[in-house]
């Protein structure tokens, strides 16, 4: 699980990036959240989280010592949660919906990779919602971990593209 420094660079623009992709859909879909809030799911808190996403990730990147593929996968996963789902991803359920992506990512790519009750810690959750959450997201996204490497290689892309406006 140790990463050189280049590789932890790497992560870290990956981490940035990601979160500006993310407080970006979190932002537009404010006002949707205020006007209907839609369906209330495991990844919903009653408040906001004190932290922000990017403080989030980067907390996540440095605990969790995951590649940044899974980094790249967790974006995959989550539009796949959007997508099939009509989720709408709000300041309410993002980080949950993170840690857990993340965590699906780093179990299913990661040749090492740390328990649920390690990622429950990193995220600030109970093992046991941590567990929940992770079979949430599988049943949402139909278990589909997988991932074509041309559509991986597009969002990795997307990623450095957004890179040089962050």
């Known amino acids: 699980m140790e990463s050189t420094p280049e590789q932890q660079a790497e992560g870290m623009a990956v981490v940035r990036v990601l979160a500006a992709v993310l407080e970006r859909l979190v ?28 403080q989030y990730l980067e907390r996540i990147h440095k605990y969790a010592s995951c590649s940044t593929e899974c980094f790249i996968l967790a974006l995959i996963y989550i539009d796949r949660l959007i997508q099939r789902n009509n989720f709408l991803l709000t300041e309410l359920n993002v980080h949950r919906v993170v840690i857990t992506a993340v965590l699906l990512a780093a179990k299913f790519f990661d040749d090492a990779y740390y328990n649920n009750a390690y990622y429950a810690k990193v995220g600030g959750v109970l093992v046991s919602e941590m567990n929940g959450l992770e079979v949430e997201f599988l049943f949402r996204i139909n278990f589909s971990l997988h991932v074509q490497t041309d559509v991986f290689h597009k969002y990795r892309a997307e990623l450095v593209a957004h890179a040089v406006g962050v």
């Open 27 to 54: 932002s537009a879909n404010a006002p949707l959240a205020q006007s209907d809030p839609g369906q209330v799911t495991k990844f919903h808190a009653l408040k906001a989280p004190g932290i922000g996403i990017q």
